[in-house]
């Protein structure tokens, strides 16, 4: 049977980020995905222009309505952008344990437009990141959670370590942004606080649009499939990565991958 997974996030009118990302990573991780939406952005490939916090009893009405007839497995949390909004998704996990919750503290896009006010970010930290399975900040992200700069592999490693510590649950720290060199090969390294480091090759390229959802969304479906969590980082990784090398111009800025690169053939 077909495991349900739900994102609970804003929208993106673009659809290469947000709600439309995690849904369509859902399906290409062998998935079934529902969703909550948090908020309404105007926003595409080159920024985004106005965000709108939906009203808590609409989005606690959705949790509900999803919660009480799927069996949903795994919850992956993206943007959240109402300290309200945040304690009705913290009553809802405590209320209905799914198994698995990842949680992508979006605060930054990819554009560099904050997505969530300063006054936000401490409510994130103490009613949300501690129910959390896994946590996949980038680097950005990271520095702003434990308000100290990232500059090295080696503040990656501490920073990774301490969030964990601090929160209680395990932090993928993504260095996308913050390629190293090694045998004279630039690599994108990201960081489990276990220990564990995942590396791929760095790739220069504009699409990278809504990589983070994506990436913490094939995670969420592969967990709920059964497999662990390092495995579960290392498939949804490659799938990003590949993603990435696909993907196909649809706007003038940072574009989206292509989520459904190992389906798609020209007909």
Known sequence: MIKSVLTIAGSDSSGGAGIQADLKSFAANGAYGASV?????????T???????????IVKAQLDAVFTDLNIEAVKIGMV????????????????????????????STTGHSLLAEDQ???LKTRLLPLAT????????AEVLMKRKITSFEDMQKVAKLLAEETGTNVLLKGGHFPLEQARTLKAIDILSTGIIFESD????GATHGT????????????AKGKTLEDAIRI??????????NAQQVGSGSNPIHHFHQFWKEI
Do not use: R
Not at 202 to 205: F, L, P, S, V
Not at 236 to 245: A, T
């Open 47 to 57: 920024g985004v222009y106005a965000v709108e916090p939906l009203n808590k009893v």
């Open 37 to 45: 939406i948090t908020a309404i952005t105007a926003q595409n490939t």
């Open 134 to 141: 896994l946590i996949t900040p980038n680097l950005q992200e």
């Open 81 to 108: 952008a109402d300290k309200a909004i945040m304690n009705i998704i913290a009553e809802a996990i405590h209320t209905y344990q799914p198994s698995f919750v990842i949680i992508d503290p979006v605060m930054v």
């Open 202 to 205: 760095w790739i220069e390229t």
């Open 236 to 245: 949804s990784k490659n799938y990003v990565h590949n993603g990435i090398l």
């Open 212 to 223: 983070g959802c994506s990436l913490s969304s094939a995670i969420c479906a592969q967990l």
């Open 121 to 123: 970010i401490e409510a």
